[in-house]
């Protein structure tokens, strides 16, 4: 079920991110889509290497 609720968000987020009416309002809908999507992806991305020990800050 956890699938298909993700897979329609998904399709969902694709088929709203080229509306309106003009190139600004696609490119701001584009950005704020990206965020959205791109910033939960990335935290547990970093989390998950940041975590392991394989990226030290020195």
Do not use: E, F, H, N
Request: charged share 5%; net charge positive; with cysteine.
């Amino acid at each position: 079920m956890q699938t298909i609720q993700a897979m329609l968000l998904a399709i969902t987020t694709v088929v709203l991110a080229a509306c309106g009416p003009d190139t600004a309002t696609r490119a701001t809908t584009g950005a704020a889509t990206g965020a959205v999507v791109g910033g939960p992806v990335g935290a547990v991305a970093g989390a998950a290497i940041g975590g392991s020990g394989a990226v030290q800050v020195k």
